[in-house]
């Protein structure tokens, strides 16, 4: 059976919207939502009828063109054309399953009874959505304001019959898969193109993936500090409640505790090697915490974008209005995504740290945890890769939105570079994960020198379940494949 996702007035959470998201089949609308759209559409039939004025995107020209006039009869051409020309995306491909969490975004956006569409071009995303098409997006091409532009028209260009998709495991002409699921090309209508185009959902397609991604890798880190934290010998007092109380901070707290927890319930190495541990170790509570508070911000920014609408104009069929702002403009999204940027690249960067104490030969722990140093270069490299991806976080950390550029003839002369912002998070999204495999990695090959540890029943029964994947490196081997098992495994099993 089906699972279907009902879209409704609002999204009540972030969470429940994922799920919904990524165990449904099929997208349906609420019958209120759908006399909203009915009912918005009157309206604007009725005003441009009774009211021969000049209104933006809808009967003149866009942009810097905003002062050109449309005729009546060339209202559709001037739709369809819009989402043709604005179709000049380039760089890689837009991965499937985030095109279709934009596709959905788009779907509960134009929904909420604001964009003057009619009921039939909604129906249609539905039909795409619900028959698997996926259009083909590429990566660059917005500027984050007017509305993800670029990666928005080539979303849209199958509901006009144009571009490409992929549907049943091929890539092909969307006139095709049209075809062959009997849906005919949409001939746009006044206002429609405009609708489809204006709007952030390619950013916020991103953002909500690389959201849950980051709530995902705390989880993980925190284990893996756990790990290391008794693979490296380390004391237990950093994490005391007491500690952290007095600070008192929620996300500290948070991290401490479960750490705190884990590490109660292992026995651990008998041996001290020092008064305190490094900072990697000592001060994870502050380091993830301050990461976790970043996610939970940013987190409830996603789900209030969820909810927005973004179009431009917008119809107020109920107050009689028709406004034109400024709704499409992303930087409430290109600021907070800079900013998970930061939280996440140094979750990944004081991970790499205790990676590269674990190997370094302290502790009673042997040179780059090779059982035979010298012969075997153990986990070497693999320091220097994680060295590498941190690095390349770091230069990611470059915030886009403190950057703009003049478009449009001066027309849009502020802009958010929010899809900018949107693809390089989901680049160090991906770059923390490896991090978080290799430092797994390394920790369980250190827990196995420690003979008078006795992990606790939560963490064995992990590590038990990953050394039927990955076993213990005993001499040099092919260590991509690891890298690659380990961090597969964290995404499955964390």
Not at 81 to 107: D, Y
Not at 194 to 199: H, I, Q, S, V
Not at 218 to 247: E, Q, V, W
Not at 287 to 305: L, M, P, Q, R, T
Request: proline share 4%; net charge negative.
């Amino acid at each position: 059976m089906n699972m279907k996702l009902v879209l409704t007035e609002k999204v009540d959470s972030l969470d429940k919207f994922w799920n919904g998201l990524q165990n449904c089949e099929e997208i349906a609308l609420s019958d209120n939502l759908k006399r909203r759209i009915q009912k918005n559409r009157a309206y604007l039939e009725e005003r441009l009828e009774l009211k021969k004025e000049a209104l933006y995107g809808i009967n003149t020209g866009f942009g810097s063109l905003c002062n050109v006039e449309i005729k009546a009869e060339e209202l559709s051409d001037l739709q369809h054309n819009l989402v043709m020309s604005h179709a000049c995306g380039v760089g890689e491909e837009v991965p499937k399953e985030i095109v279709r969490t934009m596709l959905a975004l788009k779907i509960n956006n134009l929904s909420q009874g604001y964009s003057g569409i009619r009921l039939e071009l909604v129906q249609a995303m539905i039909t795409l959505f619900n028959n698997g098409i996926t259009p083909i997006v590429y990566q660059l091409g917005s500027l984050g304001a007017s509305g993800d532009l670029a990666p928005l028209a080539h979303l849209s260009l199958p509901l006009i019959g144009l571009g490409e998709v992929h549907f049943e495991e091929k890539r092909m002409d969307s006139s095709i898969a049209l075809q062959s699921i009997g849906l005919s090309p949409l001939k746009l209508s006044f206002k429609e193109g405009l609708a489809l185009l204006n709007g952030t959902q390619f950013s916020l397609a991103y953002a909500l993936h690389s959201v849950w991604s980051a709530k995902k890798l705390l989880k993980i880190a925190n284990y893996t500090a756990t790990m290391s934290c008794i693979g490296f010998a380390c004391k237990k007092d950093p994490f005391h409640p007491s500690l952290h109380r007095i600070r008192n901070h929620s996300g500290q707290q948070e991290v401490a505790a479960s750490i705190n927890q884990l590490l109660s319930d292992t026995k651990l190495s008998n041996t001290i090697y020092s008064v305190q541990d490094p900072y990697s170790f000592r001060c994870i509570p502050q380091v993830h915490g301050a990461s976790k508070k970043a996610i939970d911000h940013v987190s409830e920014i996603v789900e209030n974008e969820i909810n927005a609408v973004t179009d431009n104009p917008n119809i107020f069929d109920e107050e009689d209005l028709i406004l034109i702002g400024g709704n499409f403009h992303a930087q409430l999204l290109a600021i907070p995504m800079d900013y998970l940027c930061i939280a996440l690249s140094e979750l990944g960067s004081i991970s790499e740290r205790r990676g590269y104490q674990l190997i370094n030969g302290d502790r009673g722990l042997p040179p780059y945890l090779a059982d035979n140093p010298g012969l075997h270069s153990g986990f070497m490299i693999c320091q220097y890769t994680a060295a590498s991806v941190a690095s390349q976080n770091k230069q990611l950390c470059t915030p886009a939105s403190a950057d703009s550029i003049v478009s449009s003839k001066g027309q849009e002369d502020h802009v958010s570079m929010a899809a900018n912002a949107a693809t390089k998070l989901h680049r160090v999204v991906n770059n923390v994960y490896s991090l978080m495999a290799i430092e797994w990695m390394m920790a369980c090959q250190s827990i196995e020198h420690r003979k008078d540890v006795q992990l606790a029943p939560e963490l064995n029964l992990l590590f038990e379940k990953y050394r039927k994947i990955v076993p213990r490196l005993t001499v040099d081997r092919f260590l991509a494949p690891d890298i690659k098992a380990t961090e597969l495994f964290l995404r499955e099993h964390i």
